[in-house]
């Protein structure tokens, strides 16, 4: 079964296609994995998908559980089961990640969790993540290291429980050893959470050495150049992406919504 399909999505800035029809079918179960060089639209495929306002789609469609999400909010998204781990998490003054955590998690379910429950819960977060003590009761990502808000963002999923899981560059900014933690944390997830699938974004292919995707994709100037398994990785750590990148044309936006329906 699909968890989420991706049909011409093309999301412009002024004249240039930062996505250019973009398809792209997530399957239950699965990891794909979106590889590219800075600035061929990775990031902002992860946040068309979201309905992030400055990252409206221009057309094309979106069905997350056979359901159109196309025109949903963020908030209305994020309840469907679609998690974003932001390439740079931003810091929320005065509000702690644990009282973050359990408004949304009441607000999703309808009524209060068990105060007792969701502190079990999310201290055992904590220690599988090897975080400090007081990072759940302090500003979310107030005054923490790069590292450090990539594995409040891994927290946060663990306890939302996410069922499509977008990891926008999530090994940026981690050491070994925390890339090493927050790899595990996500494939004890994916082992928990049978039905779940992911979307990778990275530039580079150490984070698939510790979670191995099923499809690798290359975008290049806006679009999947290729797509492929596994070897398509370890061709492009040895070889670079020179040979999907040769021959690259302005991407210009004429598409109007109109011509996609």
Not at 27 to 48: F, R, V, W
């Amino acid at each position: 079964m699909d968890a989420i399909r991706m049909m011409g999505i093309v999301k412009c800035f002024g004249p240039v296609r930062a996505n250019d029809g973009i398809d792209l079918i997530v399957k239950q179960q699965e990891i794909h994995c979106l590889l590219g060089e800075n600035g061929t639209g990775k990031s902002t495929l992860s946040k068309a998908i979201l309905s992030n306002k400055k990252y409206t789609k221009d057309s094309g469609k979106i069905y997350f559980d056979n359901v159109d999400i196309t025109n949903m909010t963020t908030d209305e998204i994020a309840r469907k089961g679609i998690f974003l781990a932001n390439q740079l998490p931003c810091e929320i003054d005065g509000v702690t990640t644990a009282d973050f955590l359990r408004t949304a998690i009441n607000y999703n379910e309808g009524n209060t969790v068990s105060l007792f429950e969701f502190i079990k819960k999310i201290n055992k977060a904590e220690k599988d993540l090897e975080m400090k003590d007081d990072m759940i009761h302090r500003s979310i990502n107030k005054g923490f290291s790069g590292g450090e808000k990539k594995k409040n963002e891994i927290l946060q999923m663990k306890i939302l429980e996410p069922k499509f899981i977008i990891l926008d560059e999530i090994d940026s900014g981690l050491d070994v050893d925390s890339l090493r933690i927050v790899s595990e944390n996500i494939n004890s997830y994916l082992k928990e959470h049978k039905e779940a699938s992911v979307l990778m974004i990275t530039h580079y292919t150490r984070l698939l050495e510790y979670i191995k995707p099923d499809f690798v994709h290359i975008m290049v100037d806006g679009n999947i150049k290729v797509s492929g398994n596994y070897d398509l990785a370890l061709e492009i750590e040895k070889e670079g992406y020179g040979k999907y990148t040769s021959n690259k044309e302005d991407n210009l936006c004429t598409t109007t919504i109109d011509e996609i329906k």
